[in-house]
């Protein structure tokens, strides 16, 4: 069930609202629009009657949502939403890259890059402090000492930073340290995980799953969300398809997809999505083409000698010519877009 609010309608006519679903028993999810609020039920395990909200003063209509997901849809909120992250804001209209090491190696790799980032003029940085590796053999990250150099780069260069908690520990960790909680492809349906950032007050990053459908995607999502947490930032990775010639499938069809359904913003990592260098530059300006709100892109001072991931990086040479490259298409589009309306 999702309440819409008359344009008028006042908090007093919402907390109503809130009172009136919470004595039902259910959760109310008050989300304000630019010009109405909505408020979404959920915890219902059958159809709720309208009527009991339908005579409410402020209320313009109840509706009944036949679709698995809710609270992500543009039926709740049919504008974009806009996900402050640190300092920042994922969704606002400006294209956002997140940008750095796949892993924190060391202080002085971290820094190269972050100097890097820095100086192209994007507001976020990545690097992995707990890594999800293939093998149980591979560097599994630096842990909180990874953390406490991600923190220092806050410091350093004022970017926001956004990290991977592969665990609910390792969540209470990356909080303490960092802007943004990131959630791997492999932990995308991973649901106690999920509600767990659901109640924590930093966004998160949430990463596609190799073989996950817009639902499932969407419907990780609807999990965060339906703890309490709305801040979500969605981000296409690739996916496993028969295809070999590159490590993943980047599936950019998927980002109109989001849009047509969803208020959340979605970014493009064409790093994890191609896992080769040359590939990274030609889809990253493809996923800006496309119409996402962000990048994500992999950056090492020297991939042949990274511990994870060297395939994909970019040097900070091809990164900063990049950022020009995508910034320029972004630029382009919405002057375009601002002729055409
Ligand atoms: C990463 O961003 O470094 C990462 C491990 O990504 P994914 O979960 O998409 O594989
Ligand atoms: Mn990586």
Redesign the pocket.
């Known amino acids: 069930m999702l309440i819409v609010m008359k344009t008028d309608a006042t908090q007093e006519d919402i907390s109503r609202v809130v009172e009136v679903v919470e004595k039902l028993g259910y959760r109310a999810h008050v989300l304000p629009g630019a010009t109405t609020t909505a408020v979404g039920i959920t915890g219902n395990q059958g159809p709720v009657d309208p009527a009991h909200f339908e005579n409410l003063p402020g209320v313009a209509e109840a509706i009944r949502v036949s679709k698995p997901y809710k609270l992500v849809t543009r039926d709740l909120k049919p504008n974009k939403s806009v996900i402050k992250v640190g300092n920042a804001e994922i969704g606002g209209g400006e294209l956002a890259v997140i940008a750095g090491p ?2 924190v190696e060391s202080r002085e790799q971290v820094f190269k890059v972050a100097e890097a980032v820095a100086k192209s003029g994007a507001k976020f940085f990545r690097g ?1 402090a707990f890594k999800p590796r293939t093998s149980p053999y591979s560097f599994q990250g630096k842990g909180e000492e990874g953390l406490k150099i991600l923190a220092e780069v806050k410091e350093r260069f004022g970017l926001n930073i956004v990290t991977e908690a592969m665990d609910e520990r390792g969540v209470d960790l990356v909080e303490r340290y960092a802007d943004c909680i990131q959630i791997g492809a492999r932990n995308m349906q991973n649901f106690s995980l999920l509600k767990y950032v659901g109640r924590s007050k930093k966004p998160v990053l949430l990463k596609r799953g190799m073989s996950a459908t817009l639902d499932e995607f969407l419907l990780a999502a609807e999990y965060i969300m339906a703890e309490g947490n709305y801040n979500v930032i969605l981000c296409e990775r690739g996916i496993r398809t028969f295809s070999n010639h590159a490590r993943n499938t980047l599936d950019l069809s998927i980002v109109p997809a989001v849009q047509k359904i969803s208020h959340l913003p979605i970014i493009v990592d064409p ?2 999505g191609t896992g080769k260098n040359y590939m990274v530059s030609p889809l990253a300006k493809a996923g800006v083409a496309v119409g996402a709100d962000g990048l994500l892109i ?1 950056v090492h001072p020297c991939p042949e000698e990274a511990l ?2 060297g395939a ?1 990086a970019l040097t900070p040479i091809q990164y900063l010519e990049l950022y020009q490259q995508v910034q320029a298409i972004h630029k382009a589009l919405c002057e375009y877009e601002e002729v055409f309306v």
Do not use: I, L, V
């Open positions: 796949c892993a992995g790093s994890h992999e994870c991931d994909q």
